[in-house]
Nanobody, 121 residues
Framework: EVQLVESGGGLVQAGGSLSLSCAAS????????IGWFRQAPGKEREGVSC????????VYADSVKGRFTISSDNAKNMVYLQMNSLKPEDTAVYYC??????????????WGQGTQVTVSS
């Protein structure tokens, strides 16, 4: 059974940092890209960052470039999202997902349950 479990969300002041973790299981880690997506209330789900565990390629949404960093520990089947210089507009439920490389939600077929990130001004 494919499972993706996020952790690390919380409440932080603007300018602060949070680190999210995604534990993946039930599939061969290197066969799929792992992405981070987010959905704010009343908005569509959007891609934040994606990592190809096969070759290490990464991609970021323009809104988070220079502030967020995606990384992985292939030995542990873990993917991380380090979020720095957080802004109130980063407030959303953050999901990790497995699928094809890219930032489009419909490229991913397996999703975690999400973790809430709230950035106060």
């Amino acid at each position: 059974e494919v499972q993706l479990v996020e952790s690390g969300g919380g409440l932080v002041q603007a300018g602060g940092s949070l680190s999210l973790s995604c534990a993946a299981s039930g599939f061969t880690f290197g066969d799929y890209a792992i992405g981070w997506f987010r959905q704010a209330p009343g908005k569509e789900r959007e891609g934040v960052s994606c990592l190809s565990s096969h070759d290490g390629n990464t991609v970021y949404a323009d809104s988070v470039k220079g502030r967020f960093t995606i990384s992985s520990d292939n030995a542990k089947n873990m993917v991380y999202l380090q979020m720095n210089s957080l802004k109130p507009e980063d407030t959303a439920v953050y999901y990790c997902a497995a699928g094809s490389y890219g930032l489009k939600p419909d490229q991913c077929g397996a999703w975690g349950q999400g973790t809430q990130v709230t950035v106060s001004s």
